[in-house]
C-alpha cells in the first residue's frame, strides 16, 4: 500500500482496546503519552470495539477509570457501525434488535426505528453479542429471517475472551440460526470495511488521513485493509513477528508497541 498521508500528519487515530492500549486492566505504559502526542498533532483518537453487548457509556467509564479523557464522540461500537449502516443503506421498515438492552437503548438514541419485541412485521433482523438470550429471540429471528427479514449482525466473533477462558459472542449465535434458516448475515464489524467506513462517515474524515491501529491481524489491521487505510500492527497483544510471516494480510507499519507509536509520531 501506498503512504499518502505521514503518520505524523493523520488526522485520526482508530485504536482497538485490548491488546493496544491495554491489557484486560492494565494500561499499557506509553498510552496516555502517544494520546496526548496525537492530541498536540491535532489528531482524533477513536477506540473501537467489535462489542455489541456493552453501551459506549459503560467503555467510557473503563477507559476514565484508566485515566483516559474521553467522551461519548471518543468510543465507536459495531452498534454503532450497525445504525450507520442501517441508514446508509437506506433501510426500511423497523428493525428487530436481537441483542441486549444496551443494544437496543443505543440503536433508539441513534435514532433506529428498533424493537426488542418483534410482532412479526419487522423487516430487518440485526443480531448482536446477547448475553441476555432467551430462547424465543432466536425463535423470532428464524421466523423473520424466514419472512424474509433482511439478516444483519453486529460482530462476527465467535467467542468473547474472559478472564478464566471464554464465552459465546455473536458469530456463534449466528450460526444456529444460519443452521435452521439456511441464511448467513452481513456482518458489521471488524474486519469488514463498513466498520471503519462508518467511522469515517460519522467524523467526516478521508480514508487517507486515517490509520488503524491494532494488535490482530485479521480482525484490525484486515479491516483497515477492506476499508483502505493505513495500518499499524503493534506487537503488544495477540500477533508475534512469527505469526506475520504466514498471513496474507500485510500492515503498513509494524511496531513494538503504543510508546514506539507516541515516539514516531512526534514533531520535532
Ligand atoms: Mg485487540
Not at 85 to 106: D, Q, S
Not at 108 to 124: K, Q, Y
Not at 209 to 236: E, F, H, K, P, W
Request: charged fraction near 25%.
Amino acid at each position: 500500500m501506498n503512504h499518502t498521508v505521514d503518520l505524523k500528519d493523520k488526522k485520526l487515530f482508530i485504536l482497538d482496546m485490548d491488546g493496544t492500549i491495554y491489557l484486560g486492566n492494565r494500561l499499557f505504559d506509553g498510552t496516555l503519552q502517544f494520546l496526548e502526542t496525537a492530541r498536540k498533532n491535532g489528531a482524533r483518537c477513536v477506540f473501537l470495539t467489535n462489542n455489541s453487548s456493552k453501551s459506549t457509556k459503560e467503555y467510557i467509564e473503563k477507559l476514565r477509570k484508566m485515566g483516559i479523557e474521553c467522551g461519548m464522540d471518543d468510543v465507536f461500537t459495531s452498534v454503532q457501525a450497525s445504525a450507520i449502516y442501517l441508514k446508509a443503506n437506506h433501510m426500511n421498515g423497523k428493525v428487530y434488535a436481537a441483542g441486549t438492552k444496551a443494544m437496543l437503548n443505543e440503536l433508539l438514541e441513534m435514532g433506529i426505528d428498533a424493537t426488542g419485541r418483534p410482532d412479526g412485521n419487522e423487516g430487518v433482523v440485526l443480531q448482536g453479542f446477547d448475553t441476555e438470550l432467551e430462547y424465543w429471540k432466536v425463535e423470532a429471528a428464524c421466523r423473520l429471517i424466514d419472512n424474509g427479514a433482511v439478516f444483519l449482525a453486529c460482530n462476527i466473533d465467535k467467542v468473547c475472551p474472559v478472564e478464566d477462558g471464554y464465552i459465546p459472542d455473536c458469530g456463534s449465535i449466528c450460526k444456529m440460526i444460519e443452521s435452521a434458516t439456511g441464511k448467513a448475515p452481513h456482518f458489521i464489524g471488524k474486519p469488514e470495511a463498513s466498520m471503519i467506513e462508518g467511522l469515517l462517515m460519522k467524523e467526516g474524515i478521508e480514508a487517507k488521513y486515517a490509520v488503524m491501529v491494532g494488535d490482530r491481524l485479521y480482525t484490525d489491521i484486515a479491516c483497515g485493509v477492506n476499508a483502505n487505510v493505513d495500518t499499524v500492527l503493534l506487537l503488544s497483544g495477540e500477533t508475534s513477528l512469527h505469526d506475520l510471516e504466514g498471513s496474507s494480510v500485510a500492515p503498513t507499519y509494524i511496531m513494538k508497541d503504543i510508546a514506539q507509536l507516541g515516539y514516531e509520531i512526534r514533531r520535532i
